[in-house]
């Protein structure tokens, strides 16, 4: 069946500064990814997003954007960037760019020339505003805890700032500021970047007599015109990141009727076993709210829409340490999760190291912690638990989880970097890394190359309807079908096996994560995090 090749799309998140290093400067770099490019196409991947490579002061790890043209000097050179993006091409694999357009550097030269002064031409390409009754312009409160508004003496006004100080809020209001980003935005893809992931892209429409910043009345008019502009002619694919939706809401943004983006993430089962969503406030993980969570979102997406499946990416520990058991069944659940996901309808992304069932590292003391968000908790969090408690929390649920260097090999510098790592590596990378999963029959990166190639190459699981048949806590039952024809998926959510009667003939077994899964009795028997794709 033809489709949008958005839709076909196998994505795998590259963070540039932790994914391979080839100069020894302990950062990973453009070239470190050139070396593993066959890597990446032999797992089954066709499309790489790449977290931010721009010129940047690394105030949010890339996420301050000093020049939206130019690569960070420590990652390369324009020239390597466009050696990768052919590199990449040659192999089949399109390129996603993180398109991060809410805000920008308080180092680019906008900003600079914007902070000068009343009168500079830059002046309205951020959001000045005078202070209210002597404080501040509203009760909005940055991303990392502290008030979004930053005085500037020189100039009398606050200026805007949904993320670190160091993040200025742009003024989309602005039409110059809007032509600068398409100009922008068709300068990459001209060169033949393939598109976008937009990174907070509900933001950057404001009303600012809302209690909070969220899809300001103009979000839709912005990136219709992104779309209509840049978009739509290039045939670039677009996924934006966006908390908080609903499936409707969603739809409003990516129905292809509304000509906006192509997808967007879904993320409310990334808030099960947080209390209230929190981060570094876990409460017990019940499986049964987070598969009634993504089966809604195939509902509610069914036929009008086409989900963005994630479990991880660069701001989420790893989905192992808090939907699985790390220590005991790091194989089953890591696969198991993966089955859950992938059996359902969507684009698939998968980040860095989720392939061979990564887990968290382990932060033994406050110095290793490097990222932002855990660094403006920490008054708080000292405060509030203690180191102890704190560093518990922080190696169970902050971004640096993630982020740290992939473990290529079990060697010292996990065959990361020959010099000294920005941050720590994985305290875990003698037993699990790269090497050793791919040389292991039975492992996590075996199962998730021969699922990524069940997913591309079966229609059912690719565009089957979905039904969910049960799930009561004992195990998780669902249906795809397409065309008349019907698969199951079937799984044990647990660390503890159970005894189920069969509920009906089962034909084949297309994929399972024990080697000697047994369907014939009339009794099933699912051993902890069993998994299957089953034809009938
Ligand atoms: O991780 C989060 C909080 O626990 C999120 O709220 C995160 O800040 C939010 O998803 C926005 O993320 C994106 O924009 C941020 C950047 O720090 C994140 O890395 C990025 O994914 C600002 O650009
Ligand atoms: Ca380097």
């Excluded at 301050?64 to 960037?81: C, K, N, Q, V, W």
């Excluded at 991880?312 to 089953?332: A, I, L």
């Excluded at 021969?450 to 309807?465: C, M, R, S, V």
């Excluded at 000697?516 to 034809?535: F, G, H, N, S, V």
């Amino acid at each position: 069946m033809e489709c949008d090749w958005y839709k076909d799309a196998v994505v795998y998140q590259i963070y540039p500064k932790s994914f391979c290093d080839s100069n020894g400067d302990g950062i990973g770099d453009i070239n470190g990814i050139i070396s593993k490019l066959d890597y990446i196409k032999d797992l089954g991947i066709n499309t790489v997003w790449i977290s931010p490579c721009y010129k940047s002061p690394n105030a949010d790890f890339g996420y301050d954007i000093s020049d939206y043209r130019d690569i960070a000097p420590e990652y390369g050179t324009l020239d390597d960037f466009k050696r990768m993006l052919d590199e990449m091409h040659k192999r089949g694999i399109r390129l996603l760019m993180d398109l991060v357009v809410n805000h920008t550097s308080d180092e680019h030269e906008w900003f600079i020339e914007s902070k000068k002064g009343r009168d500079n031409p830059y002046r309205d390409y951020y959001i000045w505003k005078d202070p209210v009754n002597g404080a501040y312009p509203n009760s909005w409160s940055s991303g990392f805890n502290e008030s979004a508004w930053e005085w500037d003496e020189s100039s009398g006004q606050y200026y805007l700032h949904l993320f670190t100080k160091k993040q200025p809020d742009l003024n989309w209001e602005n039409p110059k500021v809007r032509q600068e980003i398409e100009d922008m935005v068709n300068y990459w893809l001209d060169m033949g970047v393939d598109g976008f992931r937009c990174d907070v892209i509900n933001l950057i429409s404001k009303d600012f007599s809302a209690k909070i910043p969220d899809n300001g009345p103009h979000l839709h008019e912005y990136l219709h015109s992104l779309y209509l502009n840049c978009f739509e002619p290039h045939n670039a694919m677009t996924v934006g990141e966006v908390w908080g939706l609903t499936p409707d809401e969603s739809l409003e943004l990516t129905s292809p009727l509304a000509g906006e983006l192509s997808l967007a993430f879904q993320f409310e089962h990334l808030s099960v076993g947080r209390q209230d969503g929190k981060r570094f406030f876990p409460c017990e993980f019940d499986p049964v709210k987070f598969t009634d969570i993504l089966a809604k979102w195939q509902y509610g997406l069914n036929g009008r829409g086409w989900n963005a499946l994630c479990m991880e990416n660069h701001d989420q520990p790893r989905c192992v340490n808090r939907f699985g058991s790390p220590e005991k069944y790091r194989r089953e659940s890591a696969t198991m999760l993966a089955t859950l996901l992938y059996g359902m309808q969507g684009t698939v992304f998968l980040y860095e190291g989720q392939e061979c069932g990564f887990i968290n590292p382990v932060f033994n003391s406050y110095d290793e912690c490097l990222d932002v968000e855990t660094t403006d908790a920490y008054p708080y969090m000292m405060k509030t638990f203690g180191e102890k408690e704190m560093l518990r929390r922080y190696s169970f649920d902050s971004r640096d989880c993630g982020r740290i260097p992939m473990s290529w090999n079990g060697t010292e510098n996990a065959g990361f970097t020959e010099g000294k790592s920005w941050i720590k590596l994985n305290d875990f990378r003698k037993e699990v890394n790269v090497e050793t999963e791919i040389n292991a029959d039975n492992s996590v990166y075996r199962y998730y190359r021969n699922l990524i190639k069940l997913k591309k190459e079966n229609d059912i699981l690719k565009f089957g309807e979905f039904c969910l048949l049960n799930n009561d806590g004992r195990f998780v039952l669902y249906e795809r079908t397409f065309e008349g024809k019907k698969l199951l998926v079937i799984l044990r959510f647990s660390d503890t096996p159970i005894e189920i009667k069969k509920p009906f003939e089962f034909g084949k077994i297309l994929l399972s994560n024990y080697s000697d899964a047994d369907i014939e009795k009339e009794t099933l028997r699912l051993r902890p995090y069993e998994a299957m794709i089953i034809e009938i």
